[in-house]
């Protein structure tokens, strides 16, 4: 059985179970994503189509699109709303929602008031710039995505309406990122730019497998970020294909110390650079990860960050979960365990 169709399996198991839990307990659910809660959840995917969530391979979570409706108006539509009526109810409107982080049990009469106040997120939102990439990861269900995308980019028509959405919602966070790799596209420097011009107070974050930030073009737009995530799952090739299928960790790692020494040549902050490394039972071994952890300063990276994950199932980081070590490091937050790099702060100095 392929990952993709594991991973189904395992969250039609889930969904059952969760909804026999809100039975047995007398509770139903909420969701921070639909009542305009969430940080990052409600995603405009490449085509302007409008998701609920930042794992829709499927199209399950599409609310509306955004060429034919405000966001207002997508809140307010049918799709929305009845899934906020199913939540209510105790039901779980999409199998997606078993692996959702802004999914929460609550009492019924909670429930039943969020299913009538909500608001369009202004705390923030995710754009997908492009659903293209580079890598192959064992994750990520791109024949089955690729099949439901109207559109691979977003247009620069389509940037525009979007930074005017942003505008008017006063959105204050954008995670520019999804289902691919932000910076295969050849015009995001023009997209931050557009963005970035129409909101200036806006905070823009995005995440990158690194391999492609390698012109002064790319790094212009970089700087235009309030934050950067270079998601490098490992120390070597060998460790990082293992995931990363056609990834190379030393292109990686050569265009995240390139970024850190552009920005800093130029007296500035930001954005903030953060190495991103996911946890497998292949690259989570106490030695791998005190070299990483070395790399991260060699590079003057301002932190790395390790984040424990349950796809693949047969990946999962055991040590994480169960050792003793990475409770010893750093300082645990949302994302798993979080170090802050010693040579980059004594040189902020």
């Given amino acids: 059985m392929d990952n993709e169709r594991l991973n189904n399996v395992i969250k039609v198991i889930l969904a059952s179970l969760f ?5 047995l307990t007398k509770k139903a659910f909420y969701c921070k994503a639909l009542t305009g809660q969430s940080y990052y959840n409600i995603v405009i995917n ?12 499927d199209g399950s979570g599409h609310l509306g699109d955004l060429l034919a409706n405000s966001l207002q108006e997508i809140f307010r539509g049918p ?23 802004d999914l929460q049990p609550v009492d019924k009469a909670d429930a039943r008031h969020f299913e009538e106040h909500y608001s369009v997120p202004e705390k923030g939102i995710m754009v997908e710039n492009t659903v293209s990439c580079n890598l192959d990861c064992t994750g990520c269900s791109r024949k089955t995505l690729l099949k439901i995308r109207r559109q691979r980019d977003l247009t620069v028509e389509n940037i525009r309406k979007i930074s005017s959405a942003i505008s008017e919602n006063r959105i204050e966070n954008l995670y520019y990122f999804n289902l691919g790799e932000p910076f295969l596209h050849p015009d995001i420097i023009d997209e931050l730019t557009l963005l970035r011009n129409g909101n200036p107070d806006l905070k823009i974050t995005t995440s990158t497998n690194g391999s492609l930030l ?18 490098v799952d490992g120390i070597s090739d060998e460790t990082v294909r293992r995931y990363q299928r056609q990834g190379s960790f030393r292109k990686a790692y050569d265009n995240m110390k390139a970024l850190v020494e552009y920005r800093d040549s130029r007296g500035l902050r930001k954005p903030l650079i953060e190495w991103k490394y996911v946890l497998f039972n292949w690259n989570d071994r106490k030695d791998m990860i005190l070299k990483a952890i070395d790399m991260a300063g060699a590079a003057g990276v301002d932190t790395i960050s390790f984040w424990p994950t349950k796809s693949p199932v047969y990946g999962i980081s055991w040590r994480y979960y169960f050792g003793g070590f990475f409770k010893s490091i750093g300082v645990g937050n949302w994302k798993g365990r979080e170090v802050n790099c010693p040579e980059r702060h004594l040189r902020s100095q």
């Fill in 214 to 231: 390698d012109t002064d073009r790319k790094r212009e737009a970089a700087l235009l970020l309030d934050h950067i995530y270079f998601s």
């Fill in 19 to 23: 909804q026999m839990r809100a039975r």
């Fill in 79 to 101: 799709v929305a709303r009845g899934f906020r009526k199913k939540l209510a109810e105790g039901k779980l409107p999409i199998l997606t929602c078993t692996r959702c982080g």
């Fill in 46 to 57: 490449s085509d302007m189509t409008v998701s609920c969530n930042c794992q829709d391979y």
